[in-house]
């Protein structure tokens, strides 16, 4: 990335900071810790999918063939944390940081050097998680969501787990401060909250899901700490707790947490399909009123997740109910993009292709999504590869997605230089098809009845396994494809103008050449 | 670097009152504990360590049987555990008293609590029980032999094709002779 920046240092005044490996660890310029948010997310991309290619290969065949169960369960665990923990949420922290202050006119991050702070803090998260696998009885292996008994009873791998949620929760929340300050403080005049661009909107809210359920996790692996080591019972019951109490209070953080990791999807979507449809967005205030009420309505479902585990009919009506309540809102903006498509001079360049794909793919996962919320279908699919199917089609091709439409969207204004068309369009193409090799069949897996997190199956299920595994090494491949893609973008290219896309209204475009300048914003624009 | 700008103060005060809400949202996680409890306790769910009352309309009924099953476990501590008699049979609506007989075979004084657990699972909701030793802890002193009752009554209420119905006991150890299980 030092190629950017060295371009980036023509630009506005070049006052002083130090050069070489300081001016990293150093820095309080949102662009370098936007960058380096990015850069460590696709690292931890690399070493999720490392893992999730390990968990293909094994199940590649019927039997026991690469992983012992014990490492096998290992590798799902960390498999989903570092994905969740270390690949999405920081990506999203990296656009925010990237994009927010450009977008709204300011001339950085609220708190710049808490900026920094929140930053460095994931490295360490990082490197504790994925050390867990070389400790005495390796990593955590009871599942991302770390329910007890096992979590109170693993070994040293669940302690190193819980720090580095610790740690990872601090991150997110000084990070979510730091947005909605810069939001709702540092917007350029004549910016009101109904003129802010979708993907602000959707970061406002996120980061204030953040702030509301991340210290409810922190409180939670407090107690699960507090109950391995210093004699309190929570959730062991001949303690007198109740592990079925970790569900809860697990969900009650988790379920606004899968909203925290798909409304800036949102929020990215809603600029590229305006900009290459060359129309403004359709319904733009029901986009707003539409992600408010997502994100109250997902504190409200989380014992959707825990139907199995015990609960009055009351209340997995309540559940059931409030869950399919939370399709309305999100079918709003569905309809919306596609109003906004609708007439548009279309163009296809890879982010509207990844942005379309991401419209196409979430609404499976969407359905999906209602159809487990039904409690008697739940019942049955409960931990089966048809959930699996379900929250890899809103996560992988609804967040990865729209984190893809996003960096190709943006690679312009950020480097200066366009990125290859064809190969970006070749990426596209190829995580379409595997991505749906992928996971496609696993919708019918889980329907004929295969667990999830076992390493081992009945012959029958034998043939849509050895499909999933193929997409899934197509899949992996393919974002090595990505990595090529950008590392070229940084090095060169054809020169960006400072607005590549006809369509595109905010302000990176209207107001900052291509590549945007170290220092950009300090005299604020006015938007009329 | 455009951070000392006229906005700065503002800022403070929006980084006090959000690390503020955050700070409450931390308690509101463990605030959650005993709401959580005080929830199950008023819906009944749940409802391990309190003896129920039996209605006014409980009656006998005389046209049918139904087979219990005593079971009783150990998790982890030096003792022995088992129902006096394995099983018995009872009209619903009936009020049963079943003993149960523990020793603690250690030379040390242990706390114990037991955990209940009944299948069919609906049963839970047709069980009434006055009076058990897993409503308290148990603390058994190096050697001791306890004999200690449970009294209930299934009520008719219970589904006629149940003809048999287990009840289960599993002890565990209380560390450092600690407090009861706390609803």
């Given at each position: 990335m030092a190629a950017v920046h060295g371009d980036a240092h023509g630009h506005g005044h070049d006052d002083h900071h130090p050069s070489g490996i300081m001016r990293w660890v150093r820095t309080t310029n949102h662009k370098d810790i936007g960058t380096m948010y990015l850069w460590f997310s696709f690292t931890m991309f690399l070493v999720g999918g490392f893992l999730a290619m390990g968990i293909r290969a094994e199940l590649y065949?019927?039997?026991?063939?690469?992983?012992?169960p014990e490492l096998f369960n290992q590798f799902t665990t960390l498999h989903g944390l570092i994905m969740v923990f270390g690949a999405i949420m920081p990506a999203f922290v990296g656009f925010a940081n990237w994009q927010v202050p450009l977008m709204i006119g300011a001339?950085?991050?609220?708190?710049a050097r808490m900026n920094n702070w929140s930053f460095w803090l994931l490295p360490v998260a990082g490197t504790l998680l994925v050390s867990?696998?070389?400790?005495?009885?390796?990593?955590?292996?009871?599942?991302?969501?770390?329910?007890p008994p096992l979590s109170v009873q693993g070994g040293l791998g669940v302690d190193l787990m819980i720090f580095s949620v610790h740690i990872l929760g601090a991150s997110s929340i000084m990070g979510s401060i730091n947005i909605i300050t810069t939001i709702l403080n540092m917007?350029?005049?004549?910016?009101?909250l109904m003129k802010m661009p979708m993907f602000v909107w959707t970061w406002l809210i996120t980061a204030y899901l953040l702030v509301l359920v991340m210290p409810v996790l922190a409180g939670v692996v407090t107690m699960l700490l507090t109950d391995r080591h210093?004699?309190?019972?929570?959730?062991n019951a001949a303690g007198g707790g109740d592990p079925v109490m970790f569900q809860h209070i697990f969900w009650f953080f988790g379920h606004p947490e899968v909203y925290i990791m798909i409304l800036p999807a949102f929020g990215i979507v809603s600029e590229i399909i305006p900009t290459f449809s060359r129309k403004p967005l359709f319904g733009y205030s029901s986009m707003v009123y539409a992600t408010a009420s997502i994100a109250i309505l997902s504190c409200v479902v989380w014992a959707h997740h825990m139907f199995t585990a015990g609960m009055p009919t009351v209340g997995q009506l309540f559940f059931m109910y409030a869950t399919m309540l939370i399709a309305v809102p999100t079918g709003v903006k569905v309809f919306n993009w596609t109003a906004t498509m609708w007439r548009g001079s279309m163009s296809f360049e890879t982010p509207m292709l990844f942005a379309i794909g991401f419209i196409f793919l979430f609404v499976i996962g969407g359905f999906s999504g209602v159809i487990c919320a039904i409690v008697p279908i739940d019942i049955q699919v409960q931990d089966t590869y048809y959930v699996i199917a379900h929250f890899h089609y809103v996560l992988v091709s609804g967040a990865l997605f729209s984190l893809f439409a996003g960096v190709y969207y943006w690679l312009p204004k950020w480097t200066g230089h366009m990125y290859s068309e064809t190969l970006g369009k070749a990426h596209f193409w190829l995580s379409m098809f595997f991505f749906n090799l992928t996971f496609f069949v696993q919708h019918f897996l889980g329907l004929a009845g295969m667990p999830r997190r076992i390493p081992d199956y009945n012959i029958q299920f034998a043939d849509f396994n050895m499909i999933s595994s193929i997409g899934a090494f197509g899949f992996g491949l393919t974002q090595l494809l990505f990595l090529y893609i950008v590392i070229n973008c940084i090095r060169g290219g054809e020169k960006a103008p400072q607005m590549p896309w006809d369509g595109a209204t905010t302000l990176e475009w209207t107001h900052l050449p291509s590549p945007a300048p170290y220092h950009s914003f300090e005299t604020p624009p006015v938007v009329k | 670097m455009g951070l000392m700008n006229s906005n700065s103060r503002a800022n403070v005060l929006m980084f006090k009152k959000l690390m503020v809400f955050s700070l409450v949202m931390f308690v509101f996680g463990y605030a959650l504990v005993p709401f959580y409890e005080k929830f199950c306790e008023v819906t009944g769910?749940?409802?391990?360590?309190q003896p129920d009352v039996l209605t006014k309309d409980n009656w006998v009924d005389e046209t049918r049987w139904v087979t219990i099953e005593f079971d009783a476990n150990i998790r982890g501590l030096p003792w022995q555990f088992k129902p006096l008699q394995s099983s018995a049979r009872i009209h619903p609506g009936e009020p049963i008293t079943v003993m149960y007989e523990i020793t603690n075979s250690s030379n040390r004084e242990i706390a114990g609590q037991a955990i209940p657990s009944y299948s069919p699972r609906f049963l839970e909701k047709h069980l009434k029980k006055f009076e058990c030793f897993c409503f308290t802890k148990q603390v058994l002193k190096a050697n001791e032999t306890r004999q200690m009752p449970v009294q209930f009554v299934i009520e008719p209420g219970l589904p006629t094709d149940v003809d048999t119905v287990t009840i289960s006991y599993t002890f565990f150890e209380l560390p450092d002779g600690g407090s009861t299980a706390k609803k």
């Open positions: 065949q019927p039997g026991i063939q690469i992983l012992e001339p950085d991050m609220a708190f867990s696998f070389f400790v005495p009885g390796g990593a955590a292996a009871g599942g991302w969501t770390f329910y917007r350029a005049p004549g910016m009101t210093f004699g309190t019972s929570f959730f | 769910i749940n409802n391990l360590l």
